[in-house]
């Protein structure tokens, strides 16, 4: 799950320190943006147990994994979310509950609190109800807004993430001024990524330079305004950037996303490497697939890298970027990623922005998360 | 060197509730851990939060540092001011009201 502010700033030593598990890709909204698989509906039938999320995170807490991820698809949608949430509590794991507010009650974040989950991230769409009910595709701002009364009533450390596209950007001051007044510690502009959902309807979401700068403009003097009260993450996305993000802090090095059938996933969004084969918890340990699958040693480290990576200064630091993006980009996941200025797909990247600074916001059609779309695995 | 700063000697620091502070066996060192971050310690910063507990002056922790340490008082007040001016501005401990 590439996103901002997700890094710990701890080598792993080789360790998965931060684990994030994917529940279910059940959700009530049906937003444009969704980072679930393009064709979620086919791991319905196949979620794990309670038994087998238990002795998913015994052994990540084994292997030395410290922070705790519960996501989704909607997390809230597993009846047994609070005797996961309890059971990672015991092991000693720093619980962060990722969700949409949908499905959450006064009641159940009581639960939540008794059964030790220690920070919420509520994921919002915009401060206008217009807007944010149609990104996320049905009616849901008024209930999102009443959760995040509520779960600070309870007492939770908060972040309030929200992903930027060309529909919202302009509300920045606005959405910073709602998250404010509601008390957050912590407001994420996510700057949407290009992956599944999102990669569908990306000319139709990708912001333009401007606007970019703008809003940059806008988080500075917000940050001036606020000072320490609440911390601002802003990060424009990487197609503006020139250099590829760090992702994942390399491939296999920190982070282990378990999908809801127990796939082991260096991060959410590698589903989308077809060559790969993703085996689960229920056939292997959790310690043969991190340390020695063939899928999670693939990427790991720079054995792999192919020009201009292999060669580059900044290989250790960036790591080639991210191995889907090169991959639904430019068809080789051991590419550079065309993020990077110098990787010679760069024009990709360059042209998607062009399409972007050519299109009128709202004059195209955006698809929404449903079922019964065909898997693709790949850009429109 | 202790006049110019915001640590208050005779008050007792706490973890701020956001962050949760433990020994953590696998990193074989202390560590913070708070929404999606981690901080490893050092051994003297983690001594040093260890001491944080609400009930415990300044004063009083820099005693049981300097004994506990065999180390020159005036030496670990430094240190130990310093790294609690850090960890004060990061948001990671708060001065608990007096009593």
Redesign the interface.
């Known amino acids: 799950m590439p996103r901002v502010?997700?890094v710990?700033?701890?080598d792993g030593?080789g360790?998965p320190?931060w684990v994030l598990l994917e529940l279910t890709y059940r959700c009530p909204l049906k937003c444009v943006f969704c980072s679930n698989p393009v064709d979620f509906e086919r791991y319905g039938e196949e979620e794990l147990s309670t038994a087998e999320w238990k002795r998913v995170m015994r052994e990540a807490r084994d292997l030395?994994a410290?922070?705790i991820g519960f996501s989704g698809g909607e997390p809230t949608l597993r009846k047994d979310l609070e005797t996961l949430v309890a059971e990672a509590n015991e092991l000693?794991y720093?619980t962060?509950l990722i969700t949409s507010g949908i499905g959450l009650t006064s009641r159940r974040l009581a639960a939540l609190k008794e059964a030790g989950l220690?920070?919420i991230?509520l994921g919002f769409q915009s401060s206008d109800r217009q807007t944010a009910n149609w990104l996320a595709g049905v009616d849901s701002f008024d209930r999102k807004l009443a959760m995040a009364r509520e779960i600070k009533a309870h007492?939770f450390?908060m972040?309030l993430n929200v992903p930027i596209t060309r529909h919202n950007i302009a509300q920045i001051p606005e959405i910073i001024e709602l998250a404010s007044s509601l008390g957050m510690?912590?407001l994420e502009l996510a700057n949407v990524q290009y992956y599944n959902w999102a990669l569908l309807n990306r000319d139709e979401l990708l912001p333009t330079r401007e606007e970019l700068a703008w809003a940059e403009a806008e988080v500075a003097k917000a940050r001036r305004r606020l000072g320490?009260t609440m911390t601002i993450f802003f990060v424009i996305p990487d197609y503006y950037e020139g250099r590829p993000k760090a992702c994942m802090n390399g491939w296999g090095s920190i982070h282990l996303t378990i999908a809801p059938d127990g796939a082991a996933l260096p991060c959410s969004q590698a589903r989308t490497l077809e060559t790969l084969d993703f085996p689960t918890v229920r056939e292997h340990s959790l310690e043969w697939l991190w340390r020695e699958s063939p899928t999670f040693r693939k990427y790991r480290g720079a054995e792999w890298m192919k020009e201009p990576c292999r060669s580059c200064d900044e290989r250790e630091h960036d790591f080639g970027g991210c191995r889907c993006q090169a991959l639904l980009l430019t068809g080789d996941a051991a590419n550079a990623d065309p993020a990077c200025s110098r990787s010679p797909h760069h024009h990709v990247i360059q042209e998607a922005v062009e399409r972007a600074q050519a299109a009128k916001a709202g004059s195209g059609t955006l698809i929404a998360r449903q079922g019964g779309l065909a898997s693709g695995g790949g850009g429109a | 060197m202790t006049d110019q700063t915001n640590i208050d000697m005779a008050a007792c620091y706490s973890i701020h509730?956001?962050f949760?502070f433990?020994w953590?066996a696998?990193?074989d060192a202390h560590?913070l851990?708070?929404?999606?971050?981690?901080?490893?310690l050092n051994e003297t910063g983690g001594s040093i939060l260890a001491h944080c507990d609400g009930d415990t002056t300044v004063t009083a922790m820099i005693d049981a540092l300097a004994t506990c340490y065999d180390a020159k008082r005036d030496a670990v007040a430094e240190g130990v001011v310093k790294f609690l001016e850090v960890a004060h501005a990061k948001?990671w401990i708060r001065a608990e009201p007096r009593r």
């Open positions: 502010g997700s710990p700033s701890l030593e360790k320190i030395g410290m922070q000693g720093y962060n220690k920070h991230q007492g450390p972040v510690e912590y320490d | 509730p956001t949760l433990r953590e696998s990193q560590v851990l708070y929404p999606e971050g981690i901080v490893k948001g």
